[in-house]
């Protein structure tokens, strides 16, 4: 059974700063990573995508991943108060990208 | 993007009575659509696999005849809750693969048994 592990937080940071949020999964063969944000009573919302080594920038979103390692991390520069939310890691039970396995989420607190 | 609703998404419903939960893929088919279960402060739990035209494939531990899933057409699945009770009070989120392959996600229905 895969397994993904995240630090449940909280994860609090000043704003302006960088914000770095960890995963690590257990299944070697794992090719696709995902990272959500969940704000609190709603449903998760596609934040990254990566499936290879290295990093991945979206705007304020860096992406990086280690397979070698079986790690996969999140880093929010210039954090905002409307950050704060709960960061899902995600990976694939199947050898796709549609069944999910998640992480019990770092809850990300971003203060004025 | 592609958009996936759900209906409703706050329902209270006395211990013993049944509920229904709806998932909509709204400009996209979906063969395949997943619920999740959430309870306060954790993380989604995968409860089934709700495919097209045929049976849903359920998580271990997840019993299927309280979770009746049922994916009657390319757009719509539906998860009713069999005799709920308050420990069947959760979250509950359904997703599905857009044409790009990207998952989405609906609202979310809210739960509570009294």
């Known amino acids: 059974q895969k397994e993904v592990e995240q630090n449940s937080g909280p994860l609090s940071v000043p704003e302006g700063a960088i914000a770095s949020l960890n995963c690590t999964y257990s299944?070697?063969?794992?090719?696709?990573f995902f990272w959500y944000r969940q704000y609190s009573g709603k449903s998760p919302e596609l934040i990254m995508s990566?499936?290879?080594?290295g990093d991945k920038e979206d705007g304020r979103f860096t992406a990086q991943l280690n397979k070698a390692s079986q790690y996969v991390s999140l880093l929010i520069r210039d954090s905002q108060p409307s950050d704060s939310a709960t960061y899902l890691c995600?990976?694939?039970?199947?050898?796709?990208?549609?069944?999910?396995?998640f992480g019990a989420g770092t809850r990300l607190a971003v203060h004025p | 993007g592609a958009v996936v609703s759900q209906h409703p998404s706050r329902v209270i419903c006395k211990s013993g009575t049944s509920v229904k939960i709806e998932c909509r893929s709204l400009d996209f088919q979906a063969t395949t659509m997943f619920w999740y279960r959430q309870f306060p402060k954790k993380s989604l739990m995968l409860m089934a696999t709700s495919n097209e035209g045929s049976k849903a494939t359920y998580e271990q531990g997840v019993e299927k005849d309280k979770f009746l899933i049922n994916h009657a057409s390319l757009t719509l699945s539906t998860l009713t809750v069999t005799s709920a009770h308050p420990e069947d009070s959760s979250f509950y989120i359904c997703?599905?693969?857009?044409?790009?392959?990207?998952?989405?996600f609906g609202e979310g229905s809210r739960l509570t048994v009294l």
């Open positions: 997703s599905a693969n857009g044409n790009t392959g990207e998952l989405f």
């Open positions: 299944d070697r063969v794992s090719q696709s």
């Open positions: 995600a990976v694939p039970l199947t050898g796709g990208y549609n069944k999910l396995i």
């Open positions: 990566i499936y290879s080594n």
